[in-house]
């Protein structure tokens, strides 16, 4: 039991930053950086996760463009495989190296992990049997022995655990806030007793589960504090009872002990608190931390000391608190401290503007539709006729109802929400296109002169009104 004076005196040091730095206790801090990117002419896009093989050989799951990477240990990039044997990959997304080299690919659109052997040759395929019903492999961890495989089930909100020698499947969770439930579940890792660790995105943690399929504990819980998470992403464990975090929103990697309490967050060499552009998928190996910045299409791969010391709990706090609210889910800006404009010991306060709210910009709509919670990445960023960040171009009148940011297009010239009378309290409910009835109005508002040679509905011959997707981005 905590006296109320320890805790009181806790808040005092989360409340000033400062005093935080200056605190006796662990510390974690990086080297130097260096970048794993693809080349110029053949970049990665929007990757999520990294693994290492035991040569510290780095893979990268680079979805969009349907492959996986490979850099060598000293970084340099190796090529992509878009096909192991016969299997040709569609979105890798998550991945895992067991201890014999063999890589291990959650395929999201193929349904099924696809296991690759040191040669390049397709070992297997761990699919769920029909009767569990489809699953979307987000990621994919193996135990030490090799016995077992944690498949993340994303959409199905579960893990689907692969006994490798007899060829059983259990089924672990279901879709709920207790521990033991996910909301979202996205990447996974096993730690070297055979416990696995998964970010479980819309709650806000990461939980452990036991080599039974206990429930174990759940590291971090939702908040922007240190030692909360509010976009839970990577998570690796590494040889020493840690684990690794990466929070895609806040921008930083924070190690918990493998019992749930907070070590640190990764710090620059002056102490400052390393901030990462959307971090993603995280990796551990040889002391060494890799963290996927998805936007930035790379990896970055840093050296870590961590410095040992005692941090004091930190004030319980009540249950219900500490759950996803459905307005901050989007509304990072709503989160205590950053409400009132003040940083917090690991979050900045997001940019906010009149004619942009944090809401509506286009790193808040990927912070979900990155593949964690949906994968948009291909239909928004990849094949979109229109992007973000466009000029309309000479001779467009666009409508004055139809918001620009500097006058160019932003997701919110044609994404609202809010305003069809959704009560904004699920995702899929709250975000609408900025129109009154058809998708056609919110055309016309920009292409107000379409006209045969400009057809305003690429895919559809002739009825435009009946198609249900007209978006130029969407395929
Ligand atoms: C799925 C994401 C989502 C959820 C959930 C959501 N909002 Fe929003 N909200 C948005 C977006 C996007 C905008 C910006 C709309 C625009 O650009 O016109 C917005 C705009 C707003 C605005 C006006 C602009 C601003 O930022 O001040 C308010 C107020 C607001 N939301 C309140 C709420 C409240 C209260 C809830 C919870 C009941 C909520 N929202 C839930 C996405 C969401
Ligand atoms: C908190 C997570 C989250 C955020 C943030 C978010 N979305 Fe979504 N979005 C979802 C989910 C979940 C769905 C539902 C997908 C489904 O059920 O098929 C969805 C669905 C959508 C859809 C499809 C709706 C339909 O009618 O099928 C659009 C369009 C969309 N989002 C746009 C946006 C835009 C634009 C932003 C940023 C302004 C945004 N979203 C931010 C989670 C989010
Ligand atoms: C010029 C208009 C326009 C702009 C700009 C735009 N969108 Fe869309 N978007 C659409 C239309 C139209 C649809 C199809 C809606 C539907 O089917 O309900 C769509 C669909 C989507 C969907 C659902 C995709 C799916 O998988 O079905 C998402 C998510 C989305 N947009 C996000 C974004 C984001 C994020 C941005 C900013 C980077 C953006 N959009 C910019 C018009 C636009
Ligand atoms: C906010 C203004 C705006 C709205 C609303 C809008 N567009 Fe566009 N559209 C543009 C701009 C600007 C371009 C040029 C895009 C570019 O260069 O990225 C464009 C380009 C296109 C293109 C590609 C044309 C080409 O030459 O390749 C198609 C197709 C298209 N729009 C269809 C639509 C449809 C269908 C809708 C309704 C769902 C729509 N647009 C709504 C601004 C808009």
Aim: charged share 20%; hydrophobic share 35%.
């Amino acid at each position: 039991m905590r006296t109320s004076s320890l805790a009181l005196g806790l808040a005092a040091l989360l409340l000033t930053p400062t005093a935080l730095a200056g605190a006796p206790g662990p510390s974690v801090t990086a080297g130097e950086v260096t970048v794993l990117s693809g080349p110029d002419d053949d970049p990665l896009f929007l990757p999520t996760d990294v693994a290492v093989g035991p040569h510290g050989e780095a893979w990268v799951a680079d979805g969009v463009n349907r492959r996986v990477a490979l850099f060598s240990a000293s970084g340099r990039w190796q090529g992509g495989y878009t096909q192991v044997g016969d299997q040709v990959l569609s979105n890798p997304m998550g991945l895992d190296v067991s201890d014999d080299g063999r890589l291990w690919i959650a395929d999201a659109d193929l349904g099924r992990v696809v296991v690759r052997t040191p040669d390049g040759d397709l070992e297997r395929l761990l699919e769920a049997p029909a009767e569990l019903g489809p699953m979307e492999p987000t990621d994919v961890a193996v135990s030490d022995d090799g016995a077992r495989a944690w498949v993340v089930d994303n959409n199905g909100h579960r893990l689907l655990v692969f006994d490798l020698t007899t060829g059983d499947v259990q089924v672990y969770g279901s879709k709920g806030q207790a521990l033991g439930q996910m909301h979202n579940p996205w990447l996974v890792s096993a730690d070297s007793r055979g416990n696995a660790y998964f970010s479980d995105v819309l709650n806000g943690r990461i939980q452990s589960v036991s080599p039974r399929l206990k429930p174990r504990a759940s590291l971090g819980s939702y908040g922007v504090e240190l030692g909360e998470l509010f976009r839970p992403k990577g998570v690796a464990a590494d040889d020493d009872e840690r684990v690794w975090v990466s929070d895609g929103d806040l921008g930083v990697v924070q190690v918990f002990n493998s019992s749930g309490s907070m070590i640190d967050v990764v710090r620059d060499a002056s102490g400052a608190v390393m901030r990462l552009d959307t971090p993603a998928g995280v990796a551990w190996h040889d002391d060494q931390l890799l963290v996927v910045e998805a936007t930035r299409n790379r990896v970055l791969r840093m050296p870590v000391t961590v410095v040992p010391g005692r941090r004091p709990a930190p004030p319980a706090r009540p249950i219900l608190d500490s759950k996803p609210k459905d307005c901050t889910a989007c509304h990072l800006e709503l989160m205590p401290m950053l409400a009132q404009g003040l940083p917090t010991g690991i979050a900045l306060v997001p940019p906010s503007a009149p004619d942009q709210p944090p809401a509506s910009r286009e790193a808040a709509c990927f912070s979900c539709h990155d593949g964690s919670v949906e994968d948009s990445r291909r239909p928004v960023w990849l094949e979109h006729g229109h992007s973000s960040d466009v000029l309309p171009p000479e001779g467009m009148e666009v409508d004055p109802a139809i918001p620009l940011v500097d006058g160019r297009l932003a997701c919110r010239s044609c994404h609202t929400a809010h305003s069809q009378g959704g009560s904004g309290r699920s995702c899929a409910e709250a975000v609408f296109l900025r129109v009154g009835e058809q998708p056609m109005e919110l055309c016309l508002a920009c292409h107000g002169d379409m006209n045969e040679r400009r057809s305003p509905v690429p895919h559809d011959q002739g009825e435009p009104n009946e198609n249900p997707r007209p978006s130029g981005h969407i395929p």
